[in-house]
């Protein structure tokens, strides 16, 4: 199963943003330095003890009208209700009990998904105590008093927050069918991809019981092999506030591309690649799932000799920080190049499950030293001792060396295109993990 999603529902300034960050921590730095990967602090991968989940912060704009605040408030709280197995609802001490709150219960009771009431701004329990109990008139469990500024009572509320896993939450599943998410813009023509594969191959469409939370799941049969295809079309909200539409389909995409294996980025041929794809594919890139960019409404592009050259070219500039992913031109109208489609998802996926042996691993980093020297500080020189890898899906490689310090990123990267270089790995991002072997220096 896909790690569980929480979200945090609750009124402007009630401190949404202190506590995701506080959860968050150094997750967040992730998505920083990454060329065109999304700036919104919207999602974070997040570990308690041994549970590991996805927090969602639906904190949107803070209008001035108290009408527009309970619309918003609705908005967000059905965002959670949709895309979230807990909900953390959070409520302010300061402020007390106020109408919208209870508004908002109401809405997350009815929807049955678990809640954890948490009480923020309580900086001191001895203080506060009194007035947390007032939210006990919400009817949506016992209020969690926390202090998200100075880190009060956040094990505490993560404690309840866990209880509500679903049971083998985060393990893998035994379905071994490949899952395939195909994401984009709104009208790149997501759903049309998805209906002539099925049309194609004339498979029964079945609705997969279970995934309503966040797509459409849908089995197509191809060759005497069965594929699972996520489909995020179709479920955009109608919203006139565009910063809001954008972060619903952001949140969208996190939970479509965190239960698959291989993820399609639809991007429309007529508007080339926009700053909204580059997002989508930032997400993709950061959870190490296998990558195929998909080219769509490649019949209505005007062609010379030179135009896919030229069209992949652009592609690979914009999208620099996954130069591994796999491109191809389809038409979803003309069925164009779409059979190719299962070819590439059979081989990303070969490529995401490659393991290389220890031994061949190290000759190839031997080799790369004795090419290029590593890098030298303060005439301190770089040592390389041992690689190994010790992961796949994606494939991740532990190195050894000397000091942590002296292994600059483009080191690291001539060395992924080393093997790269032995083993192609289209479609797949590596992973490089830096370890210090101590005592050698």
């Known amino acids: ?223 005497g092999k069965d594929y699972i295809f996520i489909d995020t079309a179709g479920l955009r909200r109608k919203n006139k506030i565009k910063e809001e539409l954008e972060r619903y389909s952001i949140i969208r995409t996190v939970t479509a591309v965190e239960r698959a294996d291989v993820v399609i980025l639809v991007i429309d041929a007529t508007e080339g690649v926009t700053e909204q794809d580059a997002k989508i594919a930032g997400i993709a890139h950061e959870r190490g799932k296998g990558i195929i960019i998909a080219v769509n409404k490649w019949d209505a592009i005007e062609k010379n000799d030179k135009t896919v050259y030229e069209y992949t070219n652009k592609i690979r500039t914009i999208l620099s920080f996954m130069p591994y992913a796999e491109i191809t031109f389809i038409s979803a109208v003309t069925g164009q190049r779409l059979p190719k489609l299962f070819e590439l998802i059979d081989m990303v996926i070969q490529n995401q499950n490659l393991r290389i042996a220890t031994g061949v691993l190290n000759e190839i980093m031997t080799e790369a030293m004795a090419l290029q020297q590593p890098p030298s500080d303060k005439g301190k020189r770089l040592k390389l001792f041992y690689i190994t890898q010790v992961a796949v899906k994606p494939p991740t490689f532990v190195i050894f060396v000397n000091d942590r310090e002296l292994m600059h990123f483009s080191y690291t990267r001539y060395l992924e295109n080393k093997i790269r270089e032995a083993f192609g790995f289209r479609g797949t991002g590596l992973r490089f993990l830096i370890r210090e072997r101590k005592g050698e220096q």
Do not use: C
């Open 1 to 223: 199963m896909s790690k569980p999603i929480v979200a945090i529902v609750g009124r402007p300034n009630v401190g949404k943003s202190t506590l995701f960050n506080a959860l968050a921590g150094e997750n967040i730095s992730i998505v920083k330095d990454t060329p065109g990967v999304t700036r919104d602090r919207i999602y974070a991968d997040v570990t308690w003890l041994d549970h590991s989940f996805t927090l969602i912060d639906t904190g949107g704009i803070e209008p001035d009208s108290s009408d527009i605040i309970l619309s918003q408030m609705r908005e967000q709280a059905q965002i959670a209700i949709d895309t979230a197995d807990v909900i953390i609802f959070l409520t302010d001490v300061r402020q007390g009990l106020v109408d919208s709150d209870s508004k908002v219960a109401d809405m997350l009771r009815r929807s049955r998904k678990p809640v954890v009431l948490v009480v923020n701004k309580v900086d001191s329990f001895q203080k506060f105590m009194g007035d947390v109990y007032e939210f006990y008139n919400l009817g949506i469990g016992d209020p969690v008093p926390v202090s998200a500024a100075s880190r009060l009572g956040i094990g505490d509320m993560l404690d309840e927050v866990v209880k509500h896993f679903p049971e083998g939450s985060g393990e893998e599943e035994e379905d071994e069918r490949p899952r395939v998410a195909i994401v984009g813009k709104p009208n790149v023509g997501k759903s049309s991809i998805i209906n002539k594969l099925i049309g194609e191959n004339r498979v029964i469409v079945s609705n997969i019981a279970g995934t309503t939370r966040d797509a459409i799941d849908t089995e197509v049969r191809r060759n």
